[in-house]
């Protein structure tokens, strides 16, 4: 059974099967437009899974402060740049309150103009100006107390300070670099994976000199402009340079050197982790790590620069803290899209970074991870692409929401309990789209059933069994045939050919149309099924397309039925001036082939076989007995308590070796009168004395009968055979039956 349910369904398995090859190549490739959108898909699902849970809550204590250069302190202490006596001012202020490690996000890369120096420069190029001597030497030895950049660097040395620099891949070669990653094992990048820029802003000479040190505030946002990751170091001329917030975290710790601890991946020698002084820091392969936000911007403490000039923040705000010198003001353009706001201050990012290092908390992504999303989406995709096949549309999509919720909910678990950040939008789609299209192959395979359906039955069938056929397509007959028990039916407009010769085209059009459109109505309302119209003649039967254990039963009542219809289109003809219509009808139950039958020219849904044949030749008889309706004794079979029937004759027809016994049903027999319920009696009566060879016994019954309706076709013929029957001559094994040799 289940072999055969996965032969029925091998298209959508084998597209599943397709879907999930596509995943796991999707997952391996190194196909530049695949890579991209997979991890923009992993960068969403990373942003929504940051801005659920925010693992990375504030502690009570917060070892790190920015100092901001805000809008407030620019109106108070004018616009951006501010003279460096002032900056140098600011530093002073921050030692002088506590601060153990300052880290500038801005660069100084151009000397400030000495007000002394560019004075005496102006007087001795000013056309019509002679200034003395006396006043050139007071400018002159005025120009080193007016130097702001000394000022700066004498409130740099001997503090530790970490001046800001900018590595790039283009851009100005521009200042002094800061010193480069104290390490001993790896000096260079080459044969790693560790990013290399060519290109520098730096700093002062100056100024660079008098600092403890220096690091890159470089950040760089992933291809849709979000910033999640975060270089610890680069290279730069062959050298490694650490970044700003891992510099000041190992002046901070007191840590001499970091070593840098790569894994081989091919032939390259790819990052595995940084060691700063016996703290182990895990990293992309690049040296780089997942910046851990832990709230929307403002969720470190920050102090207004003109606050600190000013000496109005308490000792207690710096004191022990390490402190980042940056900007939110808009105009001075440092603020970055991130996952969990989309203007956020480039100098938070670091103060993020700066903190994960201390308290030794990075999300990351598991050695292990693509390994695992690589099993899980081949086990999982194929089990449910050979199982969701077979689940109604319901339980698929019930199972298919569930399994997509409890990947969802299982990855948001270890992130929020152990920061592992497991690609998620892979395996998703897989299951989400091994969901979506055997619900899209379902809906479009049982839409195309049903025009199909519609297509073929709708003009044969009535409505509702093309309803029930859509709903449940397996209970239709195969249309590449197969055996049935079946009823058929055969009607015939009688003496056609003369009416036909009565009536123009088009008046003969209009009669057979309606005389067939009530008649097809008739069939539809019992359940049948309309094979073909012929000429004057309908052919109809019943069970198939769908199964109909009432098939002899159904058929009975329609024919009885049409025969009230065309009573009373005889009736409407009449008063029109039309010709009388009459119909004999022939049912025939038994087995029948049932299918799409044909030439590859055209095709239809038919019923052939013997029993076909034999319901053909009992509308024809139709004449011979008089009788509107002539049945088998198979039809009859089981429907005697619920229709009267009378008893007609054992015939043996054309082409049929074996006799059978025809009847008439004449109405419902809760409907029968008295009178015709002894009709039928008295009928059976003169048959079984016609059938004992009792001639005389059976001619006075016939005789009554005729007396009683002289217009009875049936009771004439059964005098007329008894009339020209000698017995002298009649053979001893006669049986009763009459044999006719016309069709």
């Known amino acids: 059974m289940i072999r055969g349910k996965l032969k029925a369904h091998y298209i959508p398995i084998l597209l599943g099967a397709a879907l999930v090859v596509l995943t796991l190549w999707a997952q391996q490739t190194n196909a530049p437009v695949v890579q991209d959108l997979r991890k923009r898909l992993e960068g969403v699902a990373y942003d929504l899974r940051f801005r659920v849970t925010l693992p990375f809550s504030t502690e009570k204590r917060e070892p790190v402060a920015i100092v901001d250069i805000d809008e407030k302190s620019l109106d ?128 002062l000479p100056m100024l660079q000199e008098a600092a403890a040190s220096g690091g890159f ?65 895990p990293t992309g392969g690049h040296g780089d790590v ?21 000496g109005e923040v308490s000792a207690d705000k710096l004191a022990g803290k390490l402190v980042l010198i940056g900007t939110t003001a808009r105009g001075l353009y ?19 970074v700066l903190r994960g290092l201390l308290n030794r908390s990075f999300p990351r992504s598991p050695a292990w991870a693509e390994g695992a999303n690589f099993i899980f989406m081949l086990v999982m995709g194929l089990l449910l692409a050979v199982a969701l096949p077979l689940l109604r549309p319901l339980t698929l999509s019930l199972l298919t ?33 091994l969901g979506t299209l055997n619900m899209a192959y379902g809906f479009l395979f049982a839409e195309r059933g049903r025009r199909r359906l519609k297509d073929m039955f709708g003009q044969y069938v009535p409505p509702e069994l093309v309803d029930e056929m859509t709903q449940d397509p397996e209970s239709a007959s195969s249309m590449e045939g197969e055996r049935r028990d079946m009823t058929v039916l055969f009607a015939d407009i009688r003496g056609f050919t003369a009416i036909s010769e009565q ?26 099924t309309i094979d073909k119209y012929v000429g004057d003649m309908i052919m109809a039967f019943w069970g198939a397309p769908l199964e109909d254990p009432e098939h002899a039963r159904n058929g009975v009542k329609a024919a009885l039925a049409m025969r009230g219809e065309a009573e009373r289109l005889r009736f409407q003809f009449q008063k029109e001036g039309l010709p009388d219509v009459d119909i004999g009808v022939g049912l025939n139950s038994g087995a029948m082939n049932v299918g799409n039958m044909g030439s590859e020219y055209r095709r239809s849904y038919t019923v052939l076989g013997d029993a076909v044949n034999l319901g053909s030749r009992l509308e024809g008889l139709t004449k011979h007995y008089g009788a509107s309706i002539v049945v088998s004794d198979v039809t009859r079979e089981g429907l005697e308590d619920e229709i009267l029937f009378r008893r007609l004759d054992r015939v043996q027809v054309k082409g049929r070796d074996e006799p059978l016994t025809i009847f ?22 003169a048959l079984s004395a016609y059938w004992r060879r009792e001639w005389a016994e059976a001619e006075e019954l016939f005789t009554e009968l005729s007396r009683a309706k002289p ?31 016309s069709k």
């Open 401 to 433: 929401g569930a399994l997509g919720l409890a990947l969802v909910a299982g990855n948001v678990l270890v992130w929020s309990q152990w920061h592992w950040v497991i690609p998620i939008a892979l395996p998703l789609f897989l299951v989400l789209g």
């Open 334 to 352: 440092d603020l970055r899209a991130t996952p969990v706001q989309s203007v956020y201050p480039g100098v938070e990012v670091h103060a993020n």
């Open 664 to 685: 008439e049903p004449l109405c419902p027999r809760e409907e029968a009168s008295a009178e015709l319920l002894a009709e039928v009696d008295k009928l059976e009566q």
């Open 503 to 528: 009536l123009s085209a088009a008046e003969l059009k209009d009669l057979l149309n309606r005389f067939f459109t009530p008649m097809t109505r008739v069939i539809f309302e019992h359940r049948g």
């Open 76 to 203: 108070a202490e004018g616009r951006w740049p501010w003279p460096r006596d002032k900056v140098a001012q600011l530093v002073d202020r921050l030692f002088e309150a506590g601060a153990v490690v300052v880290g500038m996000d801005m660069v100084f890369a151009e000397p400030q103009r000495n007000l002394a120096a560019t004075t005496a420069r102006h007087l001795e190029q000013a056309p019509g100006v002679d200034p003395s001597a006396e006043v050139l030497a007071t400018l002159s030895a005025a120009a080193p107390a007016l130097d702001d950049d000394r000022a700066l660097a004498r409130a740099l040395d001997g503090h530790d300070v970490v001046m800001g620099y900018m590595l790039s891949r283009e851009g100005p070669k521009k200042g002094a670099l800061g010193p480069p990653l104290p390490t001993a094992e790896l000096q260079g990048p080459e044969g790693t994976s560790i990013q290399v820029m060519d290109h520098h802003l730096g700093n």
């Open 711 to 741: 217009d009875e076709r049936l009771y004439e013929l059964y005098l007329e055979r008894i009339e020209s029957i000698d017995p002298t001559r009649m053979p001893a094994d006669w049986d009763g039956v009459y044999r006719h040799e």
């Open 217 to 281: 505030f470089s950040i760089f946002p992933d291809r849709d402009g979000i910033l999640r990751r975060y270089h610890l170091i680069l290279a730069h001329n062959d050298t490694l340079y650490p970044s700003l917030a891992l510099e000041m975290a190992r002046l901070y710790l007191l840590a001499e050197r970091v070593r840098v601890v790569t894994a081989p991946v091919g032939e390259v020698q790819t990052v595995d982790h940084l060691d700063m002084g016996g703290l182990r820091i």
């Open 290 to 310: 997942l910046v851990p936000y832990r709230g929307a911007a403002g969720s470190f403490p920050y102090i207004s620069a003109t606050d600190v000039l000013s």
